[in-house]
């Protein structure tokens, strides 16, 4: 987990699809306009079908949504995964 938090994604034991997503993510949170073909692709090389790569998307979509908003209102970060209160 901390090897995701630092950036470092080939070094966290992701399996390719995992990594492959998690690239793409990467993609579509910094600059979804030049996401290319190529870039779903390879979600479709390592598995992915068009409606999970559909769903990811959405996802993706919502998540910087409600970041945006949070970080607009002022809410501070929770930090649930760095506290590990979601794993008790």
Do not use: H
Not at 34 to 52: C, H, I
């Amino acid at each position: 987990m901390e090897a995701i938090f630092e950036g470092k994604l080939e070094e966290a034991g992701l399996s390719d699809a995992e990594l492959a997503l998690m690239r793409y993510t990467e993609t579509i949170t910094e600059r979804a306009s030049r996401s290319t073909a190529e870039d779903v692709e390879k979600l479709r090389e390592v598995g992915f079908t068009e409606d999970q790569i559909s769903e990811a998307v959405y996802i993706i979509a919502m998540f910087a949504f409600f970041n945006r908003v949070a970080d607009a209102f002022g809410i501070p970060a929770q930090n649930y995964l760095l506290t590990g209160k979601l794993t008790t």
